[in-house]
């Protein structure tokens, strides 16, 4: 048990600042530290925007992204195209997907994947909200955008099979050679796979 440096009040803000992904003790004393000493700046607005977001953020029904309308902005977009839906295992992945700007379609968020070690069920992911939506005539096509793990894939192949009644094509990401990638720095499983999935020239 480390020595407490400072008041209880500043002790608890470490503590849940610790909390965080990516934040240790360390770093967290350091977070604590510059918003107590940017109080007007930083530590007031910072309070406010938590306050509002633990009031207003909602999950979207429909596709399980986080905002603050149910269904959310992406869902009422009528810019997108509603003959594709882009499945995701968690929003993290929808937000990286959207800062590259390459999805035009609708997304659903999984919650996780199916995995046997760590005990997640079909029945613990949002797979019969994405057959529901799967139903929909306007849907023609869903890529399945999951991480290239076994349990990525066995979940690919779970919700490959869910819909195999539907008039849908299931599509995969590419696995392959990153943008800009050497091919001496990439690991061995990437390698063959983007050999495996070589596409015409
Ligand atoms: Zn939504």
Request: aromatic letters at 2%; charged letters at 25%.
């Amino acid at each position: 048990m480390s020595r407490a440096i400072a008041g209880p009040e500043i002790e608890r803000l470490i503590q849940l600042l610790a909390r965080l992904p990516g934040l240790g003790p360390r770093s967290a004393r350091r977070a604590a530290l510059h918003l107590v000493k940017k109080r007007e700046a930083l530590l007031g607005p910072l309070a406010e925007a938590m306050a509002v977001a633990r009031e207003r953020i909602v999950v979207c029904r429909s596709c399980g992204n986080i905002d603050t309308s149910d269904p959310c902005s992406l869902c009422c977009d009528p810019r997108r195209d509603d003959s594709q839906i882009v499945v995701v295992a968690d929003i993290a992945d929808l937000w990286a997907l959207e800062r590259s700007g390459a999805v035009a379609g609708r997304y659903h968020v999984l919650g996780g994947v199916l995995s046997a070690l760590d005990g997640v069920r079909p029945e613990h992911l949002t797979l019969d909200q994405l057959v529901t939506r799967a139903a929909d005539p306007r849907v023609k096509e869903i890529i399945l955008a999951l991480n290239a793990t076994v349990d990525g894939q066995t979940t690919a192949h779970f919700i490959t099979d869910a819909l195999a009644h539907l008039p849908v094509r299931v599509t995969k990401l590419a696995h392959g050679v990153p943008v800009g990638g050497e091919l001496d720095y990439l690991d061995d499983g990437t390698l063959a796979a983007a050999i495996r999935q070589r596409t015409g020239f």
